[in-house]
């Protein structure tokens, strides 16, 4: 009997501890998703689809996707600030995984306007200067790839850890601007 309490405490500590919560001690940081779609929605001649998180596949990897549109009558004023507002937007999404790969921005601009997002997150310092973007497309598509959480180091970009800061980050301020009314 001596050796039977040990032996049984001994098994029972090889079950391993439960997982915490990730997102245990967060609430109150960031925002949920329907806050940010709600902030979207008000946004002038942009139009935001399949905004949103995804669940972490086998590798444990999670990522967030915004795609845009602009509404032909608009053009897009600011487009480092458009990213800018919406790597730090999706970054504060509390009611999700953590992004923990990358924050993908697909933007679909008015042929010849030429507007690159991918360059904007490179002035913007999201993306390193030596990281090759995708051109922009005769149809007036474009993307930027921001890398977040550990792969942004891999990806030379160590910074965006800091401007980040911790996970939920706070909801940001839909910065004003961004679009205006299309001179005709």
């Not at 001690?25 to 329907?34: E, F, I, K, M, V």
């Not at 458009?82 to 679909?108: C, H, K, Q, R």
């Not at 601009?109 to 490179?122: I, K, N, S």
């Amino acid at each position: 009997m001596a050796l039977a309490l040990p032996a049984a405490l001994g098994i029972a500590g090889c079950t391993g501890q439960q997982t915490a919560d990730p997102q245990a001690g967060t609430a109150g940081r960031g925002q949920t998703l329907a806050e940010l779609t709600s902030s979207l929605d008000d946004i002038e001649g942009l139009t935001f689809s399949d905004v949103g998180g995804s669940e972490p596949n086998v590798k444990g990897n999670t990522g967030f996707t915004v795609r845009v549109a602009l509404d032909p009558t608009y053009e897009l004023v600011d487009p480092a600030a458009l990213v800018d507002f919406l790597v730090e937007a999706a970054w504060s999404v509390d009611d999700g995984p953590m992004p923990n790969t990358t924050i993908e921005i697909a933007y679909l601009g008015v042929p010849g306007d030429d507007v690159d997002l991918g360059a904007a997150a490179q002035q913007s310092g999201w993306l390193a200067p030596e990281a090759r973007t995708r051109q922009v497309a005769p149809n007036g598509y474009s993307m930027a790839t921001v890398p977040v959480a550990d792969y942004a180091v891999d990806q030379g970009v160590p910074e965006t850890v800091d401007r980040l800061g911790p996970w939920p980050g706070e909801a940001p301020a839909v910065p004003g601007g961004l679009t205006a009314p299309r001179e005709e």
